[in-house]
């Protein structure tokens, strides 16, 4: 049983302000329903954690930012441009889609939220709801978040730019090497030390780092106007935006169903982060004011900076050089606006230092989204997994982070496809859980009529998530294959399912199969460690 399904529904503590108290006897039963929740949420050792709440408005925005802004938007836009053909209408309304679905989707977990205002994001939300079979959502969720908690993407992003400010790389030669992969394994690693060492010195590092990336922004923005006054040198090929019409196609062959949910899950990878916060709510102050003003200030922010950034890119790129570019799309596009050295070095610089900033976040929050999963005591080992030790900050937890994202990079070959691979196969896994969130949501409204919460979700965004949802699970199927595999690799889709079928197989067997077989029933036991981090584990009980 979960902790919200032991403990009762649970209100944040604004609620009890817009609540009446008046002595009438149509609004007494509902204010004797209200104390309870009040005083169970009190009494859960679950809501709180040993680190307090201490993030504000500023720091949830550098949280947002900073998860948000990273590597995608310097990395993705070749891929998602290939995919749609280099017709430039559908690659912005693609952009626009993935903005939409965004805030629709911060929108439905600031509902969820309003209503459990603890750390651990999707993983309450999902449990809240699904309740039948018995742990089987929970289990499920909980395995298939620490197995796919990575944070590869950004690593291989860091990599490669930084090899490129240092000169070992040129996206026009076409030729990859294993540098950029041992990179990216050395600064996962001092990202583990950075957090794992202290909880303080990793939220002021990241929040210096954020502050620059807010810097970067606006310097993206002003890049997106400049490149309106960029004029094509004599002899060289025009950019995609001024040699062909907006809605024409440069390469329709590669355009389908399935290519236009792989350019959809890119640009949707790029917004990654709008539901991140909600992993360490219980480290923030106020958080359904904190979250919900925190949040729409920073899409915002990132769809306005993603638009310009977007019309560089084609303003000045031909669809061949996009095409060529991969993941260094954004050097190529600063080497070509500023020349070898500002472009090149400087800025280039500046994307590896925003890369590097996403990455503290994403160890940060996947991290406590890990400690939660392990609270929850359904895999081996736990409780020491969920501990603090031995520095007051989940060091096992970042451990396990970064020690599948390192198996992780040695695995993959080094060509820019292994990026593209691993942001659809997060995309997929993502957006299957997703989808039983805003399906949910529905019916969490129905078990829950006549009572508001503080946030409510537009009835209309969360249809428009769940329509999108369903699209992006079902294309890929569709057509060619092959594009959709790397290396050794199946398509990425497939992928995905085989791990959450994985999770749910060991739900199965763990839970089901072995209880049943061998007459024993599992109980859960809430005890605590040295610093007061409550957590369950499970006792076998002979029946």
Known sequence: MSREQETGLLLDDNSIDNVPRKDVDPQQSFL?????????????????VPQGRHLGVFSTMVLFVARIVGSGIFATPSSIYVNCGGNTGIYFGVWTLAGLVSF?????FLEYGSWLPRSGG???FLEQTYTRPELMMSVTFVCFTIFTGFAMSNAIVFGKYFLYVLGFSDPSTGVQSNASKYVSIIVISVAMLVHGCSVRTGVRIQNFLGGIKFGLIGLMCLIGLYSFFYHVPEGKESPSLKSNSVFAFQNKSEVSLA??????????????????VHSVASEVKNPTYTLKVGGTASLLICFTCYSMMNLAYVNVLSYEEIKQAGPLVGSVLFTKLFGKFLGSKLLSLSVAVSTLSNLLVVIYGLSRMNQESFREGYLPFSKQLASNWPWGSPLPSILVCGGFTIIWLAALPPENSSFDYLVSMEGYGNQFFLLLIAVGLFIHRRRHKGQQPSTRASTLGTILMIIVSGYTLITPFIGDQNRNMIGFLPPYQITSILIIGACFFFWLVTFVILPRTFHYELEPNISYL?????VTEWKKKII
């Open 104 to 108: 629709a989707g911060l929108f439905v």
């Open 32 to 48: 004797n329903d209200l104390e309870t929740s009040l005083t169970d949420i009190a009494e859960d050792p679950f809501v709180e």
């Open 122 to 124: 999707r993983k309450n």
């Open 530 to 534: 040295a610093d007061g981090l409550a």
């Open 259 to 276: 290519s236009l949910a792989s350019a959809f899950l890119n640009a949707f990878f790029c917004f990654s982060g709008w539901d991140s």
